[in-house]
Structures are given as structure tokens and as C-alpha cells.
């Protein structure tokens, strides 16, 4: 799991950790203002499925970080603005265009399945999902 993540560090963008300090990410937090460690905490609520409750037990198993669920729900508010801007860095550095407006551009997400009928004469469902992501995007709330 650690090469995973520092394979994912060479993605990040040139000056990433500056930007979390630059947009309160770390303000307030009490024992270790690592960004490194935020960013790897932050992603285990949204982009795993887990409760706050869960999130917080496995980031101090871990020890990536001692947070109570209040606390962690308040980071992961203070942090969307840190997160809009590494996405709208790795848009940029990617050439991806914007907006005249200077906006990030609006993306669809497209998701498919298939879902097959028990039995042998089951019928076979694909279903796509797609949803429409306005520019500015990354925000988090309870």
C-alpha cells in the first residue's frame, strides 16, 4: 500500500502541500499539520463508503491521524477548497480547457452495469448512469 501511494504522489501537482496551507486546510489542526497525511485521510469517507465513525477509527489504526468524527467532519469542510485546487492545477497542467468564465469545465460522469434475470431465460438489463458535474465542484457538506 505504501508504493501505491507514493505512485500517487507523482500525480499530484507541483506545489500541492503548499496550496493546503494556502487554502486553511491545515489551520487548526493540533498535533501533525502534515498535508500528506490529510490528503490520505480525507478520501476514506467519500471515495470508500465509510461512516465518519469508521473513517476516523481506521485513520487512528493507521496512524495517519487522531480525529473524532466532529473533527473529521469539520476537516473534510475545511479541505474543499484545497481539493477544488489541486483539481483545477491538474486540469491545468493536463491542458485540459476552461472556460472563458476561468471556471473548470463541466464534466459527465458515465457509469454502466448489467444485471441478468435468474433463470435460463433471464432477460439481460445494462444500465447507464451518468451525471452532470457543474464547474467548481469539489464541496462537501453535511
Excluded: N, Y
Aim: with cysteine; charged share 25%; aromatic share 4%.
Amino acid at each position: 500500500m505504501k508504493e501505491d501511494w507514493e505512485l500517487l504522489m507523482d500525480f499530484l501537482p507541483e506545489g500541492w502541500e503548499g496550496m493546503a496551507v494556502q487554502s486553511g486546510a491545515l489551520k487548526g489542526l493540533r498535533r501533525d499539520r502534515s498535508a500528506e497525511r490529510l490528503l490520505r485521510v480525507l478520501p476514506l469517507h467519500p471515495g470508500c463508503g465509510h461512516s465518519l465513525s469508521e473513517t476516523a477509527v481506521r485513520a487512528r489504526r493507521s496512524g495517519l491521524a487522531e480525529l473524532s468524527t466532529v473533527a473529521l467532519m469539520k476537516r473534510l469542510v475545511k479541505a474543499g477548497p484545497w481539493l477544488r485546487a489541486l483539481c483545477q492545477a491538474l486540469f491545468a497542467e493536463r491542458g485540459l480547457p476552461r472556460h472563458p468564465s476561468g471556471q473548470s469545465p463541466e464534466m459527465r460522469l458515465v457509469d454502466a452495469t448489467t444485471v441478468r434475470e435468474p433463470g435460463k431465460t433471464g432477460s439481460l438489463w445494462r444500465i447507464h448512469h451518468s451525471v452532470r458535474v457543474p464547474p467548481r465542484c469539489v464541496t462537501i457538506s453535511f
